[in-house]
């Protein structure tokens, strides 16, 4: 089983990006926007990359969107 532990990292970093970059987007559109990018542009399903992989393509994401490096 995989630590739990993980999740918190995870979660703890999406939220200071969604606050930071994307602050007027609600999660849902936030969430629907990126799957669509990982699907379109970069032909990836979200079923399977780990949360540090998912992590690089939110970043990704993030600076594909605001244009600032992260």
Known sequence: MRDPKRLDKFYDELKE???KYLPDWRYGQLMSNFINW?????NKDI????????????????????????
Do not use: A, N, Q, V
């Not at 992590?55 to 490096?69: A, D, Q, R, V």
């Open 17 to 19: 990006l969604h606050k």
């Open 47 to 70: 079923f399977f990359p780990e949360e540090d992989d998912m992590m690089h393509y939110m970043k990704s994401f993030i600076s594909y969107i605001t244009g600032e490096e992260l």
């Open 38 to 42: 990982m699907t379109w542009s970069k």
